[in-house]
């Protein structure tokens, strides 16, 4: 029998001495829930920041508001601010963001639904952040998005 993602990474994360701290806004969550469903994710989850709005990406993960007003909230360069800041407010030795816009509208940004940024940072490292665009319904985008960030972090984990 084949490994699901999240059991994989649970494997690679053990294997590797390594935990995960998550940082995640369209996904609320839904990371997280993957990995609790596999026995043994305690000995390498960290926790989760679930921060969905601007207001809690700032207070929570400490990502600059001008930052977000210059790049938008899903971008490149909020998703990196994310898993950083996650990294720098957890012991954990790696981690991940998810921001995206799910749909079923839009946030006013040229940003079109469906489009998710996923960070990852190792700690020593520089964070990553890669760009996947979903079609389909809202849950349907989360879901694809919270099985991308287990995929970014299974190529990511060294």
């Not at 971008?75 to 921001?99: F, H, I, K, N, P």
Request: hydrophobic letters at 50%.
């Amino acid at each position: 029998m084949t490994d699901s993602p999240a059991e994989l990474l649970i494997k690679k994360l053990s294997a590797a001495s390594k935990t995960l701290v998550l940082a995640e806004s369209c996904t609320a969550g839904l990371v997280a829930d993957l990995l609790a469903q596999v026995p043994g994710a305690s000995s390498v989850l960290w926790g989760s920041f679930v921060c969905y709005t601007v207001a809690a990406k700032t207070a929570m993960l400490g990502v600059e508001a001008d930052l977000v007003l210059r790049y938008g909230a899903v971008s490149r360069e909020t998703a990196c601010a994310m898993a950083q800041g996650a990294l720098e407010r957890s012991g954990a030795d790696m981690a991940v963001s998810v921001t995206g816009l799910a749909g079923p509208q839009g946030d006013g940004s040229a940003v079109p639904v469906g489009t998710v940024w996923i960070g990852t940072m190792l700690r020593g490292e520089a964070a990553q952040a890669s760009v996947f665009h979903y079609t389909g319904s809202r849950n349907g985008v989360r879901a694809a998005a919270a099985a991308a960030a287990l995929g970014e972090l299974i190529h990511r984990i060294p």
